[in-house]
Structures are given as C-alpha cells and as structure tokens.
C-alpha cells in the first residue's frame, strides 16, 4: 500500500525548532509533488508547504513563511519540514501527501500517511 510515515514530531517550547520527517513506502518520490498539510482539533486540515519535483520550486503558506523549509531527498525517498521560531498556533497533527502540483487543496492529493504530533507550548 503506497503510503508515507511521518515522524519527529513532539512537544516543543515556544520559539523552539522541530524537523519532520517523511518516509514514502511502496512507491517513489519521483515525478510527484509532496505536500506537508496540517490539521488542528476542530478545524479543517490546510496545506502549510509544498515542493515539486521538476525543479525544486516551493510554495509556503503565508503562517509560515520564513519560518518553515520543506525539503526532498529522493534518493533516501523522504521529505522533510523544517520548522523554527515554533508558535502556538503551530500545534496539529502534521501529514505528507503526494500530488501532481502544488494546489494547496487536500482533495487533491493522496498516499496519506497518518500524520506526527506537534504540541508547542509555553
């Protein structure tokens, strides 16, 4: 089943820094899209960065730009999220997916994984 693990999340101290991880299983990396979206309790899960393939281009949601960097490395088949100067707000459920461009649309993409827990607190 083509699908990603996500890992490094946790608990973290405001203005701290975490880096996630993505892991696709059962398929490649090449070719697709790979988004980070998040999704707090009660609220609608919504994309935070995205990366293609094609030529390396990314694409930031406006709550973390500059504070967050998405990465690839294809070779080792994972996707990364660097995160810095953490916030509250930052506090979800983190997932990566696959798609065919950077829309920022959930629906659109696929190979969802089942996420890693960010909690910032102070």
């Known amino acids: 089943q083509a699908q990603f693990v996500e890992s490094g999340g946790g608990l973290v101290r405001i203005g701290g820094s975490l880096r996630l991880s993505c892991v696709a299983s059962g398929f490649t990396l090449d070719g697709y899209a790979i988004a980070w979206f998040r999704q707090a309790p009660g609220k609608e899960r919504e994309g935070v960065s995205c990366?293609?393939?094609?030529?390396?281009?990314?694409a930031y949601a406006d709550s973390v730009k500059g504070r967050f960097t998405i990465s690839r490395d294809n070779s080792k088949n994972t996707v990364y999220l660097q995160m810095n100067s953490l916030k509250p707000e930052d506090t979800a459920t983190y997932y990566c997916?696959?798609?065919?461009?950077?829309?920022?649309?959930?629906?659109?993409?696929?190979?969802w994984g089942q996420g890693t827990q960010v909690t910032v607190s102070s």
């Open positions: 990366i293609i393939d094609s030529d390396g281009s990314t």
């Open positions: 997916a696959t798609g065919w461009a950077c829309s920022g649309y959930a629906a659109d993409f696929d190979s």
